[in-house]
């Protein structure tokens, strides 16, 4: 091939090179805009049906205000949260789980969900902070978990060794999974924080965290 021929293949190399260099450096932050975008939008639409128009700043000025459901929402919760620590809150929270708690089916789902919110998001939570390594599914094939809580009451004491609940999520959509109980002499616990594993998870093992030194 002459020269002008190399030419013309380095260039369209070069050109095929940037272009995939563009769509990596920009498709992050414009996918990482667009679903925060689309999420404040949810948030907003949502929050704005309990406004009264007289009082919905968007319906007030020239101009639409992003983020005001997320702000009214944490407000909301802030102010629920402080009312819910006070002697009347308190009451009235009392009252109404005394009636939700005496109602059929309906008293499963709120103790369950009541539950897994106090245990996963309580101040001293241990639930989703401790990843681990284990054989799965078979004899030397490996995979990685989460940590929800030490095993406690019948399936504790039918095994013959200390047991720990181990969550396996699913790729690419780590919300759905599979609970294990595993002898904790099995499993291996790793210095990769819960985020690095849930990249790894996440992206099929494209991502991977690098190993800490320990010590660091």
């Not at 563009?22 to 929050?47: N, R």
């Not at 919905?56 to 459901?69: I, K, R, V």
């Not at 499993?187 to 991502?207: C, F, N, R, W």
Request: glycine residues 8%.
């Amino acid at each position: 091939m002459d020269e002008l021929g190399q030419t013309k293949t380095g260039m369209g190399a070069r050109l095929r090179q940037y272009f995939f260099t563009g769509i990596i450096v920009t498709a992050p932050i414009t996918i990482t805009i667009m679903v925060t975008l689309w999420l404040l939008k949810v948030i907003d639409s949502t929050v704005a049906g309990f406004i009264p128009p007289q009082y919905n700043p968007n319906h007030l000025l020239p101009f639409q205000m992003p983020g005001l459901g997320l702000v009214v929402s944490a407000v909301f919760f802030v102010v629920v949260g402080w009312f819910a620590r006070n002697y009347f809150g308190s009451l009235i929270i009392k009252w109404s789980e005394y009636i939700v708690v005496r109602m059929p089916v309906v008293n499963t789902i709120y103790n369950t969900v009541k539950q897994v919110f106090e245990t996963t998001m309580g101040a001293n939570s241990q639930a989703f902070r401790e990843v681990v390594l284990f054989e799965y599914p078979r004899k030397d094939c490996w995979t990685v978990g989460f940590v929800t809580g030490t095993t406690k009451g019948e399936i504790q004491s039918l095994t013959n060794s200390e047991v720990v609940n181990v969550y396996i999520p699913t790729t690419p959509n780590p919300t759905s999974g599979f609970l294990l109980f595993i002898p904790k002499k099995d499993l291996i616990y790793v210095s990769m924080t819960p985020e690095d594993a849930i990249k790894l998870i996440v992206s099929g093992g494209i991502i991977t965290p690098q190993e800490k030194i320990k010590g660091q």
